[in-house]
């Protein structure tokens, strides 16, 4: 079992920057594959970054690709998302979420575990 908590979200204006970080317990950290995703009103949940149990490999979604960076720090069981040039299109409630899987996953299905998630305000 492993116990994910969000912070850092907040308002921000538009092209400013935000740094999330996801504290982990639990079960061994660096056994996981981390995520984050967020979902905006009315929308599907969606892929934003993952990042490999070593942190060497870390896929993105398009939209974010070059703004924002993921990164972990095992000894510290925290995930981190730093946010870039912020959109008003970034506006959404950001999850982080753990996969025991040992490949680098992207799909909300193959995460075991979740965040309550923290809600993430661009403002023009």
């Known amino acids: 079992q492993v116990q994910l908590v969000e912070s850092g979200g907040g308002l921000v204006q538009a092209g400013g920057s935000l740094r999330l970080s996801c504290a982990a317990s639990g079960r061994s950290f660096s056994a996981y594959v981390m995520g984050w995703f967020r979902q905006a009103p009315g929308k599907e949940r969606e892929f934003v970054a993952a990042?490999?149990?070593?942190?060497?490999?870390?896929p993105y979604a398009d939209s974010v690709k070059g703004r924002f960076t993921i990164s972990r720090d095992n000894a510290k069981n925290t995930v981190y998302l730093e946010m870039n040039t912020l959109k008003l299109e970034d506006t959404a409630v950001y999850y982080c979420?753990?996969?025991?899987?040992?490949?680098?996953?992207?799909?909300?299905?193959?995460?075991?575990?979740w965040g309550q998630g923290t809600q993430v305000t661009v403002s023009s």
């Open positions: 990042i490999s149990r070593s942190g060497g490999y870390t």
């Open positions: 979420a753990a996969a025991g899987s040992l490949a680098v996953v992207t799909t909300k299905r193959e995460y075991d575990y």
